[in-house]
């Protein structure tokens, strides 16, 4: 199965009489299973990237499919629609709601599905996402009471309660110390191996390393360093 589908991707900013060619036609494919790393150099385009497929911001030209829908030119209702059901987000800033607990943090977004799960399906996820971080122990914390390894982990947990078709990974290690680091890496390789999806833009190239596709961006143009996962899968 195909995740994530970019054809002929384009990017251009526009200020100020300057146009930034951010993103130059970006072709992709992301397979179930796998754990893509995108780096390179500062201002190579990772972030327009990484919310271009997140539906966080709207593609210049070129078509996105998510699970085989286009979903290039959707409305922000739309959009927000597929961002809550399908994709998980993982951000350098854990991006955790301070006046609630953990477990509340991480059942929020299955709380504003329209779908409507009913609240025993949203207790045993959010314990059953709690229990693949390390963190069951901890549903009663709040965000200040715990380290920022622990408090990545929760964000990781709120991105797979909704069982998405992927988890978009942004300088998960930004925030954190070199060891705490290395933790959180492991664990996004643990989840791989059950089966996760993971795409992760970052510019350590260290961390880089540990996916299993990796793509180079520099000034807008996509370079495929090692591929391994295909059709096969
Ligand atoms: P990276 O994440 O690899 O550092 P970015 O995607 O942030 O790269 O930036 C790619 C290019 O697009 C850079 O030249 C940057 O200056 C430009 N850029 C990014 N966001 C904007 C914006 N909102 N307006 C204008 N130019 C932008
Ligand atoms: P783990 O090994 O589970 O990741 P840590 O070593 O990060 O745990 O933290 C150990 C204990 O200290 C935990 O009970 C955690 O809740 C608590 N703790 C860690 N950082 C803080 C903090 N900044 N404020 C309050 N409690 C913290």
């Not at 030209?61 to 959707?74: A, H, M, P, Q, R």
Request: negative net charge; hydrophobic residues 35%; aromatic residues 4%.
């Amino acid at each position: 199965d195909i995740k994530i589908e970019i054809n002929h991707v384009s990017k251009v900013y526009d200020t100020d009489l300057v146009e930034t060619h951010a993103l130059k036609d970006i072709n992709i494919k992301i397979y179930e299973g796998d754990y893509v790393s995108i780096s390179g150099p500062s201002g190579g385009g990772k972030s327009t990237l990484l919310s271009i497929i997140g539906l966080l911001d709207e593609a210049s030209g070129g078509e996105l499919k998510i699970e085989g829908k286009d979903v290039t030119s959707l409305t922000q209702d739309q959009a927000a629609e597929v961002r809550n059901t399908k994709l998980g987000f993982i951000f350098q800033s854990f991006n955790l709601i301070e006046e609630l607990s953990v477990y509340d943090n991480v059942a929020l977004p299955l709380t504003y599905r329209t779908d409507g799960l009913a609240a025993e399906e949203i207790d045993k996820k959010v314990k059953e996402c709690l229990e693949k971080v390390s963190l069951s122990h901890r549903l009663d914390h709040f965000p200040n009471q715990l380290s920022g390894g622990q408090q990545q982990r929760v964000a990781i947990a709120r991105a797979l309660a909704a069982d998405p078709a992927i988890l978009l990974v942004d300088e998960p290690t930004g925030n954190l110390d070199s060891t705490t680091g290395d933790q959180v890496m492991q664990l996004l390789e643990e989840l791989n191996a059950q089966g996760t999806t993971i795409c992760m833009v970052t510019h350590d190239s260290r961390y880089a390393d540990m996916a299993r596709t990796k793509y180079q961006l520099k000034d807008g143009v996509l370079q495929v360093e090692e591929e391994q996962l295909s059709e096969a899968v």
